[in-house]
């Protein structure tokens, strides 16, 4: 498995504005580039803020402004009636723009990428070379690197005996996997998935883990879901009428 960094998915063509850039303008370059978001640099290249799509939803040009009750104006006090309003109207990207700035260095692991999107409920992490932006990596990034490690690569003929060893290998790699109880029967590439599972998250999890081993054609599953309480066995055509336990709520 590669270790790819923000580095190796990175875009370095990245398209830009400063500070004084309007809002018409950031807006058009935005609709021309089909892009949802800009990093806002400075003269020296420095990374001070971006703007997105988000930060022009609540326009008074458009009738997108917010309109509070009085009381609760009065509640959240002047300021936040003050930053509504810059947002409303600003005219330029530095007085909209976001400046709580969330970013990667260049040879951060993309697990550290996802980590800070999922976080922050944002689309895109710029990447930096000290303050000066280098790159810039977006979930399509992501998507486009998912595509480019998932291309088949044409393994060679891969014996029924080698695919079992290599599913059973596997299986006993994962902590969540109920190794005692399952087998796989492999002819010409297909696997037959047998044993007993006690969780029915376990039935998807391992036939994924089956469809990924190199050679594997087709995964057939006749694991049974034993009920851990009970301890009743149903057959896979079954499982789809019952209900499977549930994780306990914390």
Wanted: no cysteine.
């Amino acid at each position: 498995m590669k270790h790819l960094t923000a580095a190796d998915v990175m875009q370095t063509d990245v398209l830009t504005v400063n500070p004084d850039t309007t809002i018409d303008a950031a807006a058009r370059t935005m609709l021309r580039n089909k892009i949802s978001g800009l990093p806002v640099i400075d003269w020296r290249r420095k990374l001070v803020g971006i703007i997105t799509e988000g930060d022009l939803l609540r326009r008074s040009e458009i009738g997108t402004e917010r309109h509070r009750s009085r009381w609760l104006q009065l509640l959240l006090g002047p300021g936040r009636s003050a930053a509504d309003y810059t947002a409303e109207h600003a005219r330029k990207v530095s007085e909209i723009m976001t400046d709580h700035l969330i970013v990667v260095a260049a040879d951060a692991p993309l697990t550290a990428v996802v980590e800070a999107m999922e976080q922050n409920r944002i689309k895109r992490v710029p990447v930096l070379d000290g303050e000066k932006l280098m790159g810039i990596v977006s979930r399509a990034d992501l998507l486009r690197a998912l595509v480019a490690e998932t291309t088949p690569v044409d393994q060679g003929a891969v014996g029924d005996a080698e695919l079992r060893d290599a599913i059973l290998k596997a299986v006993d790699e994962q902590k969540w996997s109920p190794r005692a109880t399952i087998n796989a029967i492999v002819k010409n590439g297909t696997v037959e998935l047998r044993g007993s599972i006690t969780d029915e998250r376990e039935r998807t999890a391992l036939i994924v883990l089956a469809e990924n081993v190199p050679g594997v054609r087709h995964v057939t599953d006749n694991l049974i879901w034993v009920e851990p309480v009970s301890g009743m066995a149903l057959e896979p055509a079954d499982v789809a009428g019952a209900q499977a336990p549930q994780p306990a709520k914390s």
